[in-house]
């Protein structure tokens, strides 16, 4: 069964920095591609990053929204996804949820970025 | 603005069939596959057709999708009050290199 859950979600000032963790299990890591997608409140769904597979050199693509602050990775040895995100912004508050290949999805963590 | 467009809303009746659309565009519908999503009130989205018009296995056959061209389509029959939900399409454009979202189309069953 895959399953992925989020973590690391908190509180945080603008122009802090914060690192978001997805635990995969289930599935074969390094053979899917990894995305991150985030929900801001009372809106729709915006995509934020992707980590292709390692087939494909695990390379990286951004949202114009986040491109040079955010940062998308993996530790293949543990099965984890991570999202580095700095310079947080007030519009940057959303649920935070990674998703394998668009099609599962986690139950998202809450990043809220506030002074 | 999402590139992306769905009707914010619909509505029909118990039992109906509704239809909800999601435009595109030569570089994004036109040559990607589209995915449809149900997101229920407090829940994390679920992939409800992939590759334009395929079910994974746990959705049921009322939900079924198509495209045409630079747009896609989802159908939703017999319906249901807990089909009540925002629904999105999704896509890969490949001239922005970027996965993207229609803005959501919220569905109510009277």
């Known amino acids: 069964e895959v399953r992925l859950v989020e973590s690391g979600g908190a509180l945080v000032q603008p122009g802090g920095s914060l690192r978001l963790s997805c635990a995969a299990s289930?599935?074969?890591?390094?053979?899917?591609?990894m995305d991150w997608v985030r929900q801001a409140p009372g809106k729709g769904l915006e995509w934020v990053a992707r980590s292709r597979k390692k087939a494909k050199s695990y390379s990286t693509e951004y949202a114009a929204s986040v491109r040079g602050r955010f940062t998308i990775s993996r530790d293949e040895s543990k099965n984890l996804l991570y999202l580095q995100m700095n310079s947080l912004k007030t519009e940057d508050t959303a649920v935070y949820y990674c998703?394998?290949?668009?099609?599962?999805w986690g139950q998202g963590t809450l990043v809220t970025v506030s002074s | 603005q999402s590139v992306l467009t769905q009707p914010p809303s619909v509505s029909a009746a118990p039992g109906q069939k509704v239809t909800i659309s999601c435009s595109g565009s030569?570089?994004?519908?036109?040559?990607?596959?589209a995915s449809w999503y149900q997101q229920l009130p407090g829940a994390a989205p679920k992939l409800l057709i992939y590759?334009?018009?395929k079910r994974p296995s746990v959705i049921p056959d009322r939900f079924s999708g198509s495209k045409s061209g630079t747009s896609a389509t989802l159908a939703i029959t017999g319906l249901q009050t807990g089909d009540e939900a925002d629904y999105y399409c999704?896509?890969?454009?490949?001239?922005?290199?970027?996965?993207?979202f229609g803005g959501g189309t919220k569905l109510t069953v009277l």
């Open positions: 999704g896509t890969w454009d490949s001239n922005l290199s970027v996965w993207i």
């Open positions: 030569s570089s994004n519908i036109g040559v990607n596959y």
């Open positions: 998703a394998r290949e668009m099609g599962s």
């Open positions: 289930g599935f074969t890591f390094s053979d899917q591609y």
């Open positions: 590759d334009n018009n």
